[in-house]
Structure formats: structure tokens, C-alpha cells
């Protein structure tokens, strides 16, 4: 399959990771919109938003419940954090598997 963040996964395409389990991998985004600005993807393909459903939704799980652990560890849980995800065309969304923003180390006065 032709998608950037499977190969990223399988360690095709390097990246700098700052979180990895059997479930979910954190790293660097390329081009940071955020003093921190990292990328959480689940370890197995979901195209969008519009394709979870019971079967994959652990994975969604897994990367909320780690989200708070990674923010502390990069040190900026407390000041707080933002996390966005892109769905689709109009949401967009650029890469197609499904991923989480997590941005931090500024305060964000939009939206
Ligand atoms: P989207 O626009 O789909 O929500 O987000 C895709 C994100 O992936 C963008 O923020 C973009 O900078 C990031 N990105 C694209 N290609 C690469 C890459 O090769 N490595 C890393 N680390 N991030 C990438
Ligand atoms: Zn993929």
C-alpha cells in the first residue's frame, strides 16, 4: 500500500519518534505548527475519521489514553495542549491515514 504514515510505521520512511507501542506510534512532525507539534497515528491503516467503527475503535482508544502521557513527557501536559485531527477533503486533510495533532508550547488564542 502507498500511504506515507504505513511506510513511516514500518520504519520505510524515516521520522523522529517520541512514543511508540504495539498499538500506536508518535513522532515529529516534518513541518511543526507549534513549538511541539507531534503526530499520533494508529499502527494499522484507517483512512479517515469516517472509517472507525467497533472493530478499530481500540486503537482510537489507545492513542487518547496515552495522549496525556506523551504531552508529560515532552513537558507540556500542565500549560495544556491542543489536539486536532483532519478528516477528509474539507477538513483538510493531506495524508491519508488517520492521524491526531497534538500542538503545544504556546498558548493558541484562535478558535
Ligand atoms: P494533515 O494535513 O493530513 O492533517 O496532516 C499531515 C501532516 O503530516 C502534516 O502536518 C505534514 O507536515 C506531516 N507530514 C507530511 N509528510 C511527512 C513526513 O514525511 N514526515 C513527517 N514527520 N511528517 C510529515
Ligand atoms: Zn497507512
Known sequence: MDCLFCKIIGGEIPSTKVYEDDMLLAFRDINPQAPEHIVIVPKTHIRSANEIN???????????????QIAADLGFAENGYR???????????????????????KTFTDF
Open 54 to 68: 467497533s472493530d478499530n475503535v481500540k486503537y482510537i482508544s489507545a492513542i487518547w489514553e496515552k495522549i496525556p
Open 83 to 105: 489536539v486536532i485531527n483532519n478528516c477528509g477533503h474539507d477538513g483538510g486533510q493531506t495524508v491519508e491515514h488517520l492521524h491526531f495533532h497534538l500542538l503545544g508550547g
